[in-house]
Structures are given as structure tokens and as C-alpha cells.
């Protein structure tokens, strides 16, 4: 049990880490990604090209505006 604790405590810390605002906001656009694609079809795949880019570097902006006046 010991090691499967381990396991998921790692992966936490490796993908929420500091940052928790981050993984949501990603987690986020992946989900309205996938809902419309099942709403809507393939060509909002097309759209996702663009969203995720773009959401990656509002929360990367987001998160060193946040850092930059809070430390």
C-alpha cells in the first residue's frame, strides 16, 4: 500500500507541484476541448490547436504575474 501511496503522491506533486491554478486551468480547456468535440464534432478538433496554446500561456502569464506580486 505503502508504494501505491508513493506512486500517486509523486504524480501529484509532479503535475499540481506549486501551482494548483495551473493543472485546473489545463484540466479545464482539456475538458471543454473533449466537450465539444462531442457536441459539435471533429472540426472543433481544429479549434483545439489554438486553445490549448493559448490556454497554456494565459495560465503561464497568470502564474508569473501571481508570483511576481506575491513574493
Same mark, same amino acid.
Given at each position: 500500500?505503502?508504494? !501505491? ?5 509523486? %504524480?501529484?506533486?509532479? !503535475?499540481?507541484?506549486?501551482? %494548483?491554478?495551473?493543472?485546473?486551468? @489545463?484540466?479545464?480547456?482539456?475538458? @471543454?476541448?473533449?466537450?465539444? !468535440? ?7 478538433? !481544429? ?17 508569473? %504575474? ?6
Amino acid at each position: 500500500m505503502r508504494y !501505491i501511496r508513493g506512486f500517486f503522491a509523486f %504524480w501529484y506533486d509532479f !503535475i499540481v507541484g506549486d501551482a %494548483w491554478e495551473v493543472a485546473a486551468g @489545463v484540466l479545464v480547456a482539456l475538458i @471543454v476541448l473533449f466537450a465539444g !468535440i462531442r457536441v459539435i464534432g471533429r472540426d472543433v478538433s !481544429i479549434a483545439g490547436v489554438f486553445l490549448l496554446p493559448l490556454a497554456i500561456a494565459g495560465l503561464l502569464t497568470f502564474s508569473l %504575474w501571481r508570483v511576481r506580486h506575491t513574493g
